[in-house]
Every structure is written in C-alpha cells, then in structure tokens.
C-alpha cells in the first residue's frame, strides 16, 4: 500500500508560480497512473493534470493546460505539478493520487491512493 505525502502549497498572487511535489512511499508506486486533483470550497473534485509513467503523455484540465506542467522522477519516487500564471480560480485544496486499474486520468473515483491535499490560495 503506497503513501503520498504532498507539499509545496502556499499563498500567492494572481501570475504568480507554485511547484507542488508529491512524495510515495515505496517504489511500487513507478508503474501506477497518477494525478493532481484539486477541490475548492462547495465544488467537485476536479482532475488538473494526469500521467502513467515517467516521460510519458501527460494529459490536462482544459482551464490548466499551457500554465501547469506535470511531471515524475520515479528514481526517486516523486511527482510534480508546475504551476504558472497562477489565477484566483485556481485556488483550492490540491491532491496528488495514484492507482494501477485504467481508467480517465480525471476520474477521481479510479484513485484508490490519496495524499492528505496541500491548500494553493490565489489572490487577485
């Protein structure tokens, strides 16, 4: 059973940058499919960005693409999510997810490894 550990949230302004990072406890996590989530007050889970393996297509929220960039470093058992040209709008509460069933990337339901979410606040 994998454990993810997220970090790197804060407080910025609007076009500002954030890099969120997403730490796995164990090696079996380099052959699972993961993704950033993210959650504001009152709304759904929404998938921001989604990968399989290392090097691999990446795949992005239509409101994120060209701003964020995912990415992972499974030597060393780490993923990331770059995020640019930060908006209000993209505040929330930001989880990294894991699974090995196929499946949308953005279906958070597919996700059975969580991380206990890290906030990204955005002001204007």
């Known amino acids: 059973q994998v454990q993810l550990v997220e970090s790197g949230g804060g407080s910025v302004q609007a076009g500002g940058s954030l890099r969120l990072s997403c730490a796995a406890s164990e090696s079996s996590w380099r052959t699972a499919c993961m993704a950033w989530f993210r959650q504001a007050p009152g709304k759904e889970r929404e998938g921001v960005a989604g990968?399989?393996?290392?090097?691999?297509?990446?795949n992005y929220a239509d409101s994120v693409k060209g701003r964020f960039t995912i990415s992972r470093d499974n030597a060393a058992n780490m993923a990331y999510l770059q995020m640019n040209s930060l908006k209000p709008e993209d505040t929330g509460q930001y989880y990294c997810?894991?699974?090995?069933?196929?499946?949308?990337?953005?279906?958070?339901?597919?996700?059975?490894?969580w991380g206990q979410g890290t906030q990204v606040t955005v002001s204007s």
């Open positions: 990968v399989c393996t290392s090097g691999g297509s990446t």
């Open positions: 997810a894991a699974d090995w069933r196929s499946g949308a990337w953005w279906e958070w339901r597919r996700y059975t490894y």
